[in-house]
């Protein structure tokens, strides 16, 4: 069997080397990154629909480090649906909500709920079911 001795200088110089990288090599001790806060805003802020009448769409923003979300509502009245679409590349995109036509007119707050990249966002909105012919989107 042959030994192979190593010179201590070349030894010195490996430990150091590792040394480094195992302390994240100038980072101020190799902590984890903090996470960016998840944001949800509605465009528009107030969202009116007829029973019965024409779909009406608001965009939603998602501001996010994922590509990807969950989007939930809490709140909705009885008949009213919803439907999320995102873009192709990130999280926000369109919402578009409808009222059949035994939905009862009033005015309701509701909550939509964005999960992403590990966090939760919610913000409420104001949902407005009018049968008076005034659907569409009130900025």
Known sequence: MRVLRIPSQLCAIIFVVVAGAAS???G?????VPMVPIAV????????????GPPVHAQILID???????VNFTGLPGGVSEMYASSDTNPSGVLTFSANKST???TYMPTV??????QTASLRFTLIVSSAGTAGNVL
């Open 41 to 52: 805003s509605l465009t528009p802020t107030t969202v009116v629909v007829n029973p019965g």
């Open 64 to 70: 996010s480090t994922s590509e990807t979300a969950l």
């Open 28 to 32: 101020g001790g190799g902590g984890s």
């Open 24 to 26: 994240g090599c100038g």
């Open 104 to 106: 009862v007119t009033g």
């Open 113 to 118: 709920i964005v999960n992403s990249a590990g």
